[in-house]
Structure formats: C-alpha cells, structure tokens
C-alpha cells in the first residue's frame, strides 16, 4: 500500500441514513433495485401502494451510497444518481452518507467495485443456505477499512478510471450504431427488390419435429431468443431431471427458431454458429431453411425488422397480449416477400462484410472492459497515486 494511503474504517467516514415512509395505497412508487457487478440503481418496477405488502419503505436521494444485504457478494453496490433520486428501497438496502470532507463518494463507489471486494462481503455474509440467501450486515461492513489517500489523489484516481469508462462507453454506442446501420442496410437490399415475390413459408422452410429423448441424468445445453429481434443465443445447461419436457429439439446452425409466446415481441431468428448442437423445447418450433429457394440471412434479417412483428401478432392466438402464441401452423401460411437469387446472394456477401465488422468492433470494446478490474486493482493498490 501506497506510504500516502491510510486505513480508515468505514465507520469512521460513513453514517446510516434511513429515509423510512408509510407507505400511502394511493401513492405512486419507484422501486429500486441494484444491479450485480456495481453497475447501479435502477427503477425495477413502478407501483401503486396498494400493490405493496410492505408497511415501510425508504427513500433513496442522490449521491446515497447503497448495497443490497443479500447480494452484496455478488458486487450489488451502487452510488444513487439521478435516476434513482427519490426512488424507494425495502429494508434489505441499507442507505449510507459521507460523514467525512477526507473522502469523495465516487472514490469509495469505484473501490466497492471491485471484484476482491465482494469476495470480501462473501466471507462477512452470514444467514442461512445456499449463498443466495446470506446477508451482509451493517454493522459488519461498517467494521471493514478501507485503503484512503488524499482528496487530490481521490480525484485523480477517479478521472482515470472514469478515463476508461468513457472509452468503454463510446465503444459500446461506435458498436451499436455499426449494428444498427447493418441492419438498416440489409433491410433496405431486400426491401428494395423490385422483382420479390410473394411465397408463403411453407415453401421455404419444413418444420422439424422434437429429436431428443431427454434422460433425467443427462446435461442439455439448451439456446434461447431475445426478444426485439436480438437473435439466438446459448444459454444455459440443464439436467434432465430439472424440467419435465419429455423431448426436446436439437438446434443445428442456419435453422430458424423462435419461442411460441414470444414471437410476436420479435423473437425469431436463425441459429448462428456459436448455437449449433444446443436444445430448445417443444413450446420453439425449430425450421430447417430449404436454401435452394431461400438463404437463411434473407429470414434473419427479414423477421428482424420490428416493421414485421405486428403481422405475426395478427396471427397469434391467445387469451390476452401476453399468452398470445404464434403456432407453426400460422407462421407457414405467413408469406414471404421472397427476393430473387441474385439479391440474396448480394444480401449474403454483405452481411458477411459488416459482421466481420460487429466482431472486430465487438473484440475492442471487450478489451476496453477487461482492462477495467486491472485499472481498479492497480489503482487501489496504490501502483496509480
């Protein structure tokens, strides 16, 4: 540690603040949460007293520094900030305000974000089983010290990893905007082909039926699909004895697949190769692409596009909004506007051309973000005053 860093226990520079409020069955609500990983508060849900069991709830104001008793080990840290300003929290958050001019908050923030630190919570944690259910008390976290140099080295700390930050932050919305300018290209190559036909998908793709027997000792590594036209992706692996599918389906790169409730919120999309070989049950019909009519990029990108989704709405049944099912039957009636050869080729060749692109842009931004924990370890180690 650094010769210009003291230890000081929290105790000594943060105080409890608890903003507790009756809650009023007429009143409007913002309900907090804290997201994992030190990534903030955020408004969970919006609800009206009547709505909430609790008695009590506590206002949270901005620059609060705040923790979620059950999950701090999994790094549920956060410093309030205008969106969470005169936002609600259970008791399970305990709220706390620099008590002492020596310490700037953004500094103790950047220091709970670090990976070591929850690890620290972890072994503080106390309750019962499994992990999920321990909590990290108050007076426990109070207790820990903390490594403190001067205000001047506080702020030059801050500015270097907020440096980074920004870095991180500009590489995410450089990748987002390539994204979204692909998509708005492909759309538009299909989209402007004057010599597409019209072909209902039961030309184009055959449904698949259910290939797996599932045994009960077996691990499946099943796949799912965003929601909003975000694709498919892998999820997680399950054992057979922890759902009750009898049969599943395997997946295998260039099917189409989507979830029956969910399709109509665009999640459909054709299987990349980072899926090819996973599961996905019986309630997501799986299509194997006839690609002598159609390649399987002229489907991505097409269902894709939010401009087709309330189409499929009209085809989905279903009591209300959110139980509405799109059935294999109705998306093989669906009718495609089909471009000729010569575009879906083009389509292709493009496509390739700006994924390539995405990944590289994506190889950048994930190494800005593994610098990240190296820059706070450094930092607070005191290798940057």
């Given at each position: 540690?650094?010769?210009?860093?003291?230890?000081?226990?929290?105790?000594?520079?943060?105080?409890?603040?608890?903003?507790?409020?009756?809650?009023?069955?007429?009143?409007?609500?913002?309900?907090?949460?804290?997201?994992?990983?030190?990534?903030?508060?955020?408004?969970?849900?919006?609800?009206?007293?009547?709505?909430?069991?609790?008695?009590?709830?506590?206002?949270?104001?901005?620059?609060?520094?705040?923790?979620?008793?059950?999950?701090?080990?999994?790094?549920?840290?956060?410093?309030?900030?205008?969106?969470?300003?005169?936002?609600?929290?259970?008791?399970?958050?305990?709220?706390?305000?620099?008590?002492?001019?020596?310490?700037?908050?953004?500094?103790?923030?950047?220091?709970?974000?670090?990976?070591?630190?929850?690890?620290?919570?972890?072994?503080?944690?106390?309750?019962?089983?499994?992990?999920?259910?321990?909590?990290?008390?108050?007076?426990?976290?109070?207790?820990?010290?903390?490594?403190?140099?001067?205000?001047?080295?506080?702020?030059?700390?801050?500015?270097?990893?907020?440096?980074?930050?920004?870095?991180?932050?500009?590489?995410?919305?450089?990748?987002?905007?390539?994204?979204?300018?692909?998509?708005?290209?492909?759309?538009?190559?299909?989209?402007?082909?004057?010599?597409?036909?019209?072909?209902?998908?039961?030309?184009?793709?055959?449904?698949?039926?259910?290939?797996?027997?599932?045994?009960?000792?077996?691990?499946?590594?099943?796949?799912?699909?965003?929601?909003?036209?975000?694709?498919?992706?892998?999820?997680?692996?399950?054992?057979?004895?922890?759902?009750?599918?009898?049969?599943?389906?395997?997946?295998?790169?260039?099917?189409?697949?989507?979830?029956?409730?969910?399709?109509?919120?665009?999640?459909?999309?054709?299987?990349?190769?980072?899926?090819?070989?996973?599961?996905?049950?019986?309630?997501?019909?799986?299509?194997?692409?006839?690609?002598?009519?159609?390649?399987?990029?002229?489907?991505?990108?097409?269902?894709?596009?939010?401009?087709?989704?309330?189409?499929?709405?009209?085809?989905?049944?279903?009591?209300?909004?959110?139980?509405?099912?799109?059935?294999?039957?109705?998306?093989?009636?669906?009718?495609?506007?089909?471009?000729?050869?010569?575009?879906?080729?083009?389509?292709?060749?493009?496509?390739?051309?700006?994924?390539?692109?995405?990944?590289?842009?994506?190889?950048?931004?994930?190494?800005?973000?593994?610098?990240?924990?190296?820059?706070?370890?450094?930092?607070?180690?005191?290798s940057l005053m």
């Open positions: 540690m650094s010769a210009r860093m003291t230890l000081v226990q929290l105790g000594e520079i943060l105080t409890i603040i608890s903003r507790p409020e009756a809650v009023d069955p007429t009143q409007n609500y913002d309900i907090l949460g804290a997201r994992w990983y030190a990534k903030g508060l955020y408004i969970k849900e919006q609800k009206k007293g009547s709505q909430i069991q609790a008695n009590t709830l506590f206002r949270v104001e901005k620059g609060d520094l705040v923790y979620n008793r059950l999950f701090a080990w999994k790094g549920s840290f956060a410093l309030a900030d205008e969106v969470a300003d005169g936002g609600y929290v259970s008791n399970e958050f305990p709220c706390f305000a620099v008590k002492s001019p020596t310490v700037l908050p953004k500094y103790l923030f950047y220091y709970f974000s670090q990976e070591s630190w929850w690890n620290q919570a972890l072994g503080l944690s106390t309750g019962g089983t499994p992990t999920s259910r321990n909590r990290l008390k108050e007076k426990s976290f109070l207790a820990l010290e903390v490594p403190l140099p001067s205000l001047e080295e506080q702020r030059r700390l801050i500015e270097e990893i907020e440096s980074l930050s920004g870095l991180i932050t500009e590489a995410q919305q450089l990748r987002e905007h390539i994204v979204g300018e692909s998509s708005e290209l492909a759309r538009s190559i299909i989209r402007n082909d004057k010599d597409a036909q019209l072909v209902p998908m039961r030309d184009l793709v055959r449904l698949r039926p259910p290939d797996v027997d599932v045994e009960a000792e077996r691990t499946y590594q099943f796949a799912g699909v965003y929601c909003f036209g975000r694709g498919v992706f892998r999820g997680n692996a399950k054992s057979g004895n922890e759902f009750a599918y009898p049969k599943l389906t395997r997946i295998r790169s260039g099917d189409f697949v989507y979830p029956k409730l969910m399709a109509w919120e665009g999640a459909l999309g054709v299987v990349p190769h980072t899926c090819d070989g996973c599961v996905v049950s019986t309630e997501f019909p799986v299509f194997e692409v006839i690609q002598e009519k159609v390649l399987p990029e002229v489907l991505d990108v097409h269902f894709r596009s939010p401009a087709v989704w309330p189409e499929l709405s009209g085809s989905s049944t279903g009591t209300n909004v959110r139980r509405r099912r799109l059935n294999p039957t109705d998306f093989l009636a669906y009718r495609l506007p089909l471009p000729s050869r010569t575009v879906q080729f083009r389509l292709r060749a493009v496509m390739a051309n700006l994924q390539e692109a995405e990944k590289l842009q994506g190889e950048v931004l994930a190494e800005y973000k593994a610098l990240m924990p190296a820059v706070l370890k450094s930092a607070f180690s005191g």
